[in-house]
């Protein structure tokens, strides 16, 4: 029984995975947030080129 509590706590795979966890929620967090704040200027880009393409 001592041998397989001391295998338990050495196992470390479900740490990787929160670890990947974690990165992936962080990179989202930060994607929306850039996202967020260019927002009107990706806006004015695609009225921009709509507005060319209707003229030509």
């Known amino acids: 029984m001592s041998q397989i509590v001391h295998r338990f706590l ?3 795979s479900g740490a990787t995975a929160i670890e990947y966890g974690l990165i992936a929620g962080i ?9 967020a704040t260019l927002n009107t200027d990706i806006t004015a ?3 921009k080129v709509g507005t060319a393409m209707k003229g030509s």
């Open 10 to 12: 050495k196992n470390e």
């Open 27 to 35: 990179m989202a967090t930060v994607l929306i947030a850039i996202f």
């Open 45 to 47: 880009a695609f009225a």
